[in-house]
Protein backbone atom coordinates (compact mmCIF):
# COMPACT_ATOMS: atom_id res chain seq x y z
CA UNK A 1 0.00 0.00 0.00
CA UNK A 2 0.83 3.45 -0.59
CA UNK A 3 2.38 6.00 1.93
CA UNK A 4 1.14 9.50 1.95
CA UNK A 5 3.32 11.87 3.76
CA UNK A 6 2.49 15.44 5.12
CA UNK A 7 4.67 18.02 7.40
CA UNK A 8 4.54 16.68 10.63
CA UNK A 9 4.27 20.85 12.13
CA UNK A 10 3.54 24.28 10.57
CA UNK A 11 3.93 27.44 12.62
CA UNK A 12 1.89 31.08 10.83
CA UNK A 13 1.69 34.26 12.40
CA UNK A 14 -1.30 35.74 12.65
CA UNK A 15 -2.37 37.25 9.27
CA UNK A 16 0.07 35.03 7.60
CA UNK A 17 0.03 32.69 5.04
CA UNK A 18 1.56 28.86 4.89
CA UNK A 19 0.88 26.07 2.39
CA UNK A 20 0.65 22.50 3.69
CA UNK A 21 0.98 19.48 1.23
CA UNK A 22 0.43 16.07 0.54
CA UNK A 23 2.57 13.42 -0.89
CA UNK A 24 2.38 10.11 -2.39
CA UNK A 25 4.85 7.53 -2.04
CA UNK A 26 3.44 5.79 -5.81
CA UNK A 27 4.62 9.61 -7.57
CA UNK A 28 2.92 12.83 -8.71
CA UNK A 29 0.05 12.60 -6.96
CA UNK A 30 -2.62 13.85 -9.41
CA UNK A 31 -6.38 15.15 -9.85
CA UNK A 32 -7.33 10.79 -10.14
CA UNK A 33 -6.35 10.68 -6.07
CA UNK A 34 -8.97 13.10 -5.73
CA UNK A 35 -7.28 14.95 -2.66
CA UNK A 36 -9.04 15.31 0.25
CA UNK A 37 -8.48 18.03 3.25
CA UNK A 38 -10.33 17.69 6.79
CA UNK A 39 -9.49 19.55 9.34
CA UNK A 40 -9.97 18.39 13.15
CA UNK A 41 -9.42 20.73 16.39
CA UNK A 42 -8.54 18.46 20.08
CA UNK A 43 -11.93 16.33 21.15
CA UNK A 44 -14.00 17.28 17.60
CA UNK A 45 -14.82 15.10 14.76
CA UNK A 46 -13.03 15.75 11.04
CA UNK A 47 -14.88 18.15 9.18
CA UNK A 48 -14.83 18.11 5.27
CA UNK A 49 -12.64 21.85 4.44
CA UNK A 50 -11.53 21.06 0.74
CA UNK A 51 -12.62 18.00 -1.73
CA UNK A 52 -11.25 16.82 -5.12
CA UNK A 53 -8.23 19.31 -5.38
CA UNK A 54 -9.66 22.69 -5.10
CA UNK A 55 -13.52 22.67 -3.99
CA UNK A 56 -14.60 24.53 -0.68
CA UNK A 57 -17.01 22.78 1.20
CA UNK A 58 -20.06 24.49 2.49
CA UNK A 59 -18.82 25.73 5.18
CA UNK A 60 -14.51 26.56 4.49
CA UNK A 61 -13.97 30.13 4.47
CA UNK A 62 -12.21 31.79 1.46
CA UNK A 63 -9.03 32.24 2.99
CA UNK A 64 -8.27 28.23 2.57
CA UNK A 65 -7.42 26.83 -1.43
CA UNK A 66 -6.70 23.68 -2.27
CA UNK A 67 -4.51 22.73 -5.46
CA UNK A 68 -1.59 20.79 -6.88
CA UNK A 69 1.73 21.63 -6.74
CA UNK A 70 5.22 20.07 -7.35
CA UNK A 71 3.45 16.92 -8.15
CA UNK A 72 1.85 17.58 -4.77
CA UNK A 73 -1.41 18.36 -3.23
CA UNK A 74 -1.20 22.02 -1.16
CA UNK A 75 -3.91 23.45 0.88
CA UNK A 76 -2.53 26.94 1.38
CA UNK A 77 -3.74 29.38 4.12
CA UNK A 78 -4.09 32.93 3.23
CA UNK A 79 -4.26 35.19 6.15
CA UNK A 80 -4.44 33.09 9.14
CA UNK A 81 -6.78 33.34 11.86
CA UNK A 82 -6.22 32.07 15.76
CA UNK A 83 -9.33 29.91 15.39
CA UNK A 84 -7.01 28.10 12.42
CA UNK A 85 -4.76 26.30 15.14
CA UNK A 86 -6.14 22.73 14.03
CA UNK A 87 -4.80 19.43 12.80
CA UNK A 88 -4.80 19.29 8.94
CA UNK A 89 -5.23 15.49 7.40
CA UNK A 90 -5.05 15.01 3.58
CA UNK A 91 -5.98 11.57 1.87
CA UNK A 92 -5.85 10.76 -1.15
CA UNK A 93 -7.78 7.79 -3.60
CA UNK A 94 -6.09 4.95 -5.33
CA UNK A 95 -8.57 3.48 -7.03
CA UNK A 96 -7.18 0.43 -9.01
CA UNK A 97 -8.94 -2.71 -9.44
CA UNK A 98 -8.93 -3.18 -5.36
CA UNK A 99 -9.53 0.44 -4.43
CA UNK A 100 -8.20 2.03 -0.50
CA UNK A 101 -7.41 4.98 0.53
CA UNK A 102 -4.25 6.67 2.35
CA UNK A 103 -4.35 9.39 5.07
CA UNK A 104 -1.60 11.49 5.27
CA UNK A 105 0.32 11.27 8.90
CA UNK A 106 -1.83 14.99 9.38
CA UNK A 107 0.05 18.20 10.15
CA UNK A 108 0.17 20.16 13.21
CA UNK A 109 -0.81 24.07 12.59
CA UNK A 110 0.42 26.20 15.29
CA UNK A 111 -1.36 30.25 14.63
CA UNK A 112 1.12 32.08 16.53
CA UNK B 1 -29.11 17.82 7.22
CA UNK B 2 -26.92 14.81 6.77
CA UNK B 3 -26.42 13.37 10.52
CA UNK B 4 -24.81 10.54 11.31
CA UNK B 5 -24.45 8.72 14.84
CA UNK B 6 -22.18 6.61 16.24
CA UNK B 7 -22.74 3.68 18.40
CA UNK B 8 -21.61 0.77 19.98
CA UNK B 9 -18.24 1.68 21.31
CA UNK B 10 -16.19 0.41 25.10
CA UNK B 11 -14.12 -1.42 26.71
CA UNK B 12 -13.53 -5.03 25.04
CA UNK B 13 -10.91 -7.64 25.80
CA UNK B 14 -8.12 -8.55 23.73
CA UNK B 15 -9.63 -11.19 21.53
CA UNK B 16 -13.21 -10.29 21.52
CA UNK B 17 -15.52 -8.71 19.18
CA UNK B 18 -17.59 -5.39 19.45
CA UNK B 19 -20.29 -4.36 16.35
CA UNK B 20 -20.27 -0.33 15.88
CA UNK B 21 -23.65 0.91 14.35
CA UNK B 22 -23.86 4.12 12.44
CA UNK B 23 -28.09 5.75 12.37
CA UNK B 24 -27.97 7.86 9.28
CA UNK B 25 -30.30 10.32 8.71
CA UNK B 26 -31.06 12.97 5.97
CA UNK B 27 -30.12 10.64 3.39
CA UNK B 28 -30.06 6.82 2.31
CA UNK B 29 -26.63 5.03 3.13
CA UNK B 30 -28.50 2.22 0.25
CA UNK B 31 -27.52 5.20 -2.15
CA UNK B 32 -24.35 6.32 -0.58
CA UNK B 33 -20.56 5.63 -0.44
CA UNK B 34 -20.32 5.14 3.60
CA UNK B 35 -16.72 4.97 5.04
CA UNK B 36 -15.05 3.83 8.53
CA UNK B 37 -11.87 5.55 9.50
CA UNK B 38 -10.63 5.67 13.15
CA UNK B 39 -8.19 7.36 14.98
CA UNK B 40 -5.85 5.50 17.76
CA UNK B 41 -4.37 7.60 20.31
CA UNK B 42 -1.45 9.59 19.27
CA UNK B 43 -1.56 8.97 15.89
CA UNK B 44 -3.30 10.18 12.53
CA UNK B 45 -6.36 9.40 11.18
CA UNK B 46 -6.98 5.55 9.23
CA UNK B 47 -9.07 4.58 6.65
CA UNK B 48 -10.34 1.07 7.56
CA UNK B 49 -13.38 0.53 4.93
CA UNK B 50 -16.13 1.83 2.26
CA UNK B 51 -19.14 -0.08 1.18
CA UNK B 52 -20.18 1.67 -1.93
CA UNK B 53 -23.86 1.78 -3.17
CA UNK B 54 -24.04 -1.02 -4.97
CA UNK B 55 -22.69 -3.61 -2.27
CA UNK B 56 -18.77 -4.05 -3.06
CA UNK B 57 -16.56 -3.13 0.15
CA UNK B 58 -13.06 -3.07 0.24
CA UNK B 59 -10.88 -2.84 3.28
CA UNK B 60 -7.71 -1.48 4.51
CA UNK B 61 -4.93 -4.59 3.96
CA UNK B 62 -4.44 -4.40 8.67
CA UNK B 63 -8.43 -4.95 8.80
CA UNK B 64 -9.04 -7.61 5.79
CA UNK B 65 -10.46 -10.70 7.46
CA UNK B 66 -11.13 -9.40 10.80
CA UNK B 67 -13.56 -6.00 10.37
CA UNK B 68 -16.95 -6.24 7.88
CA UNK B 69 -18.66 -3.62 7.07
CA UNK B 70 -22.39 -3.98 5.79
CA UNK B 71 -25.82 -1.68 6.28
CA UNK B 72 -29.57 -2.55 7.09
CA UNK B 73 -31.23 -0.18 4.50
CA UNK B 74 -34.61 -0.45 6.55
CA UNK B 75 -32.67 1.04 9.72
CA UNK B 76 -30.71 3.38 7.51
CA UNK B 77 -27.78 2.16 9.86
CA UNK B 78 -24.19 1.50 8.60
CA UNK B 79 -22.12 -1.36 10.91
CA UNK B 80 -19.01 -2.53 11.59
CA UNK B 81 -18.30 -5.99 12.64
CA UNK B 82 -14.79 -6.09 14.70
CA UNK B 83 -13.45 -9.64 15.46
CA UNK B 84 -10.53 -10.49 16.95
CA UNK B 85 -9.43 -7.05 18.59
CA UNK B 86 -6.17 -6.58 19.92
CA UNK B 87 -4.83 -3.29 21.73
CA UNK B 88 -3.86 -1.73 18.62
CA UNK B 89 -7.25 -1.64 17.52
CA UNK B 90 -8.39 0.39 20.13
CA UNK B 91 -8.99 4.35 18.45
CA UNK B 92 -11.70 6.29 17.96
CA UNK B 93 -14.53 5.17 15.10
CA UNK B 94 -15.85 7.55 12.48
CA UNK B 95 -18.10 6.61 10.13
CA UNK B 96 -18.91 9.33 7.37
CA UNK B 97 -20.85 9.81 3.92
CA UNK B 98 -18.23 9.70 1.50
CA UNK B 99 -18.56 9.85 -2.15
CA UNK B 100 -18.38 13.08 -2.60
CA UNK B 101 -17.70 16.23 0.22
CA UNK B 102 -17.35 14.16 3.02
CA UNK B 103 -19.76 14.10 5.96
CA UNK B 104 -18.83 13.15 9.42
CA UNK B 105 -19.93 11.47 12.26
CA UNK B 106 -19.03 12.29 16.16
CA UNK B 107 -17.14 9.02 16.87
CA UNK B 108 -17.51 6.51 19.19
CA UNK B 109 -14.35 5.16 21.09
CA UNK B 110 -13.39 1.67 21.41
CA UNK B 111 -10.62 0.66 23.83
CA UNK B 112 -9.22 -3.41 23.76
CA UNK B 113 -7.45 -3.92 27.24
CA UNK B 114 -7.53 -6.61 29.42
Known amino acids: QAVVTQ??????????TVTLTCGSSTGDVTSGHYPYW????????????IYDISNRYSWTPARFSGSLLGGKAALTLSGAQP??????????????ARPYWVFGGGTKLTVL | EVQLVESGGGLIQPGGSLRLSCAASGFSVSSSYMTW???????????VSVIYAGGDTYYADSMKGRFTISRDNSKNTLYLQMDSLTAEDTAVYYCA??????????????????
Do not use: M, N
Not at chain 1, 84 to 96: F, P, Q, R, T, V
Open chain 1, 83 to 96: EDEAEYHCILSYLG
Open chain 1, 38 to 49: FQQKPGQAPRTL
Open chain 2, 97 to 114: KTGGPWDWGQGTLVTVSS
Open chain 2, 37 to 47: VRRAPGEGLEW
Open chain 1, 7 to 16: EPSLTVSPGG
